[in-house]
C-alpha cells in the first residue's frame, strides 16, 4: 500500500480521523453553498461508480443532508457496464446496508467500445459519451432534479492542464453546468476536495472499491501522467497546486487573449487610473521562484 494511504500511528488516528472528517465535510458543504447546488425539495441522482470518489460523495452527502436545514432527496445510481468480471453484487449489497434508495441500470457499453475502439488505442473518450448519454436518460426516468458526480479539485486541475496541453484551450472542468441535452442540471460537490483526502477516506470508511478494468489498465493514459504532474508539484513545491485552484475562480479576460471575452479591438485610452490595470513596464509581481526551481547555467 502506498505512503499515501498507510494508516497514521494508532495514538494520533482519532484527532487525525476527525480533522478530515470535518474538513471533507466543510468543504462539500462550502462547495454546496457556493454553487447552489442543491436547493429545497431536490432530488439528488448521485452516481456511484465502485470508486473511492463516488463512494465519499454519497457518504458525505447522506451526513450532510441529515444536518442540512433544506428537504432533499437523494438515489444511488450504478451503471453496470458489463465488464468482464465485474461483481455485480458489490454495490447492490452495500447500498442495502446503507438504506439509501438505489438504481442499478444495466448496459453493455464494454462490448460496444472493445469492438469500436482498435486495440491499444484509448477508450474514455466513447465510454464517457456513452455513460453520459444513459445516465442522463436515467436521471429523467427517476425524476432526479440534479445529477451528481465524483469529480474532485484534482480532477478539474488535471482537466485544465490536458485542455491546455492537447486542446490548445482554457477550459476546465465546472462545478455546476447544465448538461449538453439542456434537460440536467450536474454538480460536484467534491470540487473543493483534494484527492489525497479522499484516498484516507476510502480507507477509514472501508469503502468495497471496485477497479475499473476497462480504461484503469491504460496506464499512458494523458490523465495518469498529468495526475503525476500535478502530485510531483504538489511535493516539491507545496501551495502551488492549490493556487492553481483558486486561479481557476479569479479569471481577469483582459488580460487573457480571447477577443469573444473581451474587446480587446475596440480599447481606447480613458485618461481614467485602473488600479487593477496592467502596469505595462513593470516586472511580473509573482515574487521570486523557489530555489528548488532556480537553475544556474554556465558557459561552456
Known amino acids: 500500500m502506498s505512503a499515501v494511504l498507510d494508516a497514521p500511528p494508532k495514538e494520533r488516528l482519532p484527532v487525525e480521523l476527525a480533522r478530515l472528517s470535518k474538513r471533507l465535510h466543510r468543504q462539500v458543504g462550502q462547495a454546496v453553498v457556493d454553487f447552489n447546488m442543491i436547493e429545497a425539495g431536490d432530488k439528488v441522482m448521485v452516481c456511484v461508480s465502485g470508486g473511492k470518489d463516488s463512494y465519499a460523495l454519497l457518504d458525505i452527502l447522506i451526513s ?71 445516465l442522463y436518460r436515467v436521471a429523467g426516468e427517476l425524476g432526479a432534479t440534479k445529477i451528481a458526480l465524483g469529480h474532485h479539485r484534482d480532477d478539474m486541475l488535471q482537466t485544465l492542464l490536458m485542455n491546455m496541453f492537447f486542446g490548445a484551450r482554457l477550459k476546465g472542468m465546472p462545478a455546476k453546468l447544465v448538461s449538453d441535452d439542456g434537460k440536467n442540471i450536474v454538480i460536484r460537490p467534491l470540487a473543493y476536495v483534494n484527492e489525497v483526502d479522499l484516498e484516507r477516506w476510502a480507507v477509514h470508511r472501508a469503502f468495497p472499491v471496485i477497479p475499473c478494468t476497462l480504461c484503469g489498465s491504460q496506464q499512458n493514459l494523458q490523465r495518469v501522467q498529468t495526475k ?73
Open 228 to 300: 503525476q504532474l500535478l502530485r510531483d508539484w504538489d511535493s516539491r513545491f507545496p501551495g502551488r497546486v492549490e493556487n492553481m485552484f483558486k486561479a481557476m475562480g479569479n479569471v481577469v479576460p483582459s488580460h487573457l487573449m480571447d477577443r469573444n471575452l473581451y474587446p480587446f479591438a475596440g480599447l481606447q485610452a480613458t485618461g481614467v487610473t485602473d488600479s487593477g490595470g496592467d502596469h505595462a513596464f513593470d516586472g511580473d509581481d509573482c515574487g521570486p521562484a523557489p530555489a528548488a526551481a532556480i537553475k544556474i547555467h554556465h558557459s561552456p
Open 64 to 134: 450532510l443532508r441529515a444536518r442540512a436545514p433544506i428537504h432533499f432527496d437523494i438515489v444511488a445510481v450504478n451503471l453496470d457496464q458489463k465488464q468482464p468480471g465485474f461483481p455485480g453484487h458489490v454495490l447492490p449489497d452495500y447500498l442495502r446496508r446503507l438504506g439509501v434508495p438505489f438504481h442499478i441500470e444495466h448496459q453493455d457499453t464494454y462490448s460496444i467500445v472493445k469492438r469500436v475502439i482498435a486495440e491499444g488505442k484509448t477508450m474514455c473518450s466513447l465510454c464517457s459519451r456513452l455513460r453520459r448519454g444513459i
